[in-house]
């Protein structure tokens, strides 16, 4: 997705279990980046 973008993306797993992603590029990419993560893949679980 961020590569899309034309972002710059770069995750790191925490060990909490959790993902940190620093991102960069356009404002509204980052923002259109930033609601993918929130929603997640349809089959993911919560």
């Known amino acids: 997705?961020?590569?899309r973008l034309g972002d710059?993306?770069?995750p790191e797993n925490?060990?909490?279990g959790?993902?940190?992603?620093?991102v960069s590029g356009m404002?509204?990419?980052v923002a259109d980046f930033?609601?993918?993560?929130e929603q997640g893949p349809k089959?993911?679980?919560a």
């Open 1 to 3: 997705m961020a590569s």
């Open 8 to 10: 710059h993306a770069q």
């Open 14 to 16: 925490l060990p909490d």
């Open 18 to 22: 959790s993902v940190r992603i620093v």
């Open 27 to 29: 404002v509204a990419a």
């Open 34 to 37: 930033r609601r993918w993560c």
């Open 43 to 45: 089959l993911a679980q």
